[in-house]
């Protein structure tokens, strides 16, 4: 098993950023793809990007392609993401999960473990 912790979130304006961070424990964070995920107000939890163990594939929802970035440091045991020119639409709690490295992994079925979340509010 694996615990996962997500910290990084708070309060930015539009067209700001910020990076959040995933730390895992319990097991060898390399052993798995991660992944983010976030949910709004009213709405289901949805695929944001994910990461394969060697760091090298990455996946991207449409929404955030070209503003957000998802990297991993297997040393520090920790995978991030980096938000950039955030808008409005994108406040949520924002969930890193980690799942077995042969899924594509942007399906929630896909993932073992799942952090507590983190929230992310964007305002105008």
């Known amino acids: 098993q694996v615990q996962l912790v997500e910290s990084g979130g708070g309060l930015v304006q539009a067209g700001g950023s910020l990076r959040l961070s995933c730390a895992a424990s319990g097991r060898p964070f390399s052993s ?6 976030r949910q709004a107000p009213g709405k289901e939890r949805e695929f944001v990007a994910r990461i394969k163990w060697s760091g090298s594939s990455t996946l991207y929802a449409d929404s955030v392609k070209g ?7 297997n040393a520090k045991n920790t995978v991030y993401l980096q938000m950039n020119s955030l808008k409005p639409e994108d406040t949520a709690v924002y969930y890193c999960a ?13 993932y073992d473990y799942w952090g507590q979340g983190t929230q992310v509010t964007v305002s105008s």
Not at 32 to 37: D, K, Q, V
Not at 67 to 73: E, K, P, W
């Open 98 to 110: 980690a799942g077995n490295p042969a899924r594509l992994g942007l399906i929630l079925q896909e």
């Open 67 to 73: 503003r957000f970035t998802i990297s991993r440091d």
């Open 32 to 37: 798995y793809g991660m992944g983010w995920f």
